[in-house]
């Protein structure tokens, strides 16, 4: 059975960076993905995420089911294989770089994407157990509206811009 990745997106305003790097549960790391050639009903990607003095690189292809949920098979793979999905590139997409907050918050885990190109509003993804799971945020992070399903504000969107 295929993993199922069942998340909502928030639009965010940009969120303070000093008190986010001073909770002690938040893990950061610097993000490079690159859009692959992909068939009509799949987005593949690979990714190179660093955190500390650690690069991980990965290949994922997504599925969607609902606006909410995904399929998605993630695999860790090694520099070279990464190195050579790049030339599978889509053209109409740039590499998306963006600096990736994750911490816990009421049994969920948020993560926050602040892109080099917003200084205004960053992303805030919530992976849940279910669908109608509820959603809450700590006070410090202000949430201008839910954008799940708004094709505007997904990364592969994104890298078009």
């Given amino acids: 059975m295929t993993p199922l990745e069942i998340e ?38 690979v990714r190179m995420r660093r955190e500390g003095n ?45 600096t990736r907050y994750c911490f816990p918050h009421k049994g969920l885990c948020i993560e926050i994407d ?10 805030a993804e919530v992976e849940m157990e279910g669908e109608n799971t509820p959603v809450s945020f700590p006070p410090e992070i202000k949430v201008i509206r839910e954008v799940t399903g708004e094709k505007a504000y997904k990364n592969s969107e994104l890298a078009k811009k």
């Fill in 54 to 98: 650690t690069v991980t690189f990965y290949y994922t292809v997504k599925r969607k089911i609902t606006v909410v949920t995904r399929e998605e098979q993630e695999e860790i793979i090694k520099e070279a294989e990464y190195v050579a999905l790049l030339c599978e590139a889509d053209p109409q997409k740039r590499p998306l770089s963006k």
């Fill in 8 to 45: 909502r997106k928030y639009l965010i305003e940009y969120p303070d960076i000093t008190w986010l790097e001073s909770c002690p549960d938040v893990t950061k790391s610097e993000i490079k993905q690159t859009y692959l050639t992909s068939a009509e009903d799949e987005e593949r990607r």
């Fill in 114 to 123: 602040v892109y080099p190109f917003w200084d205004d509003q960053a992303i």
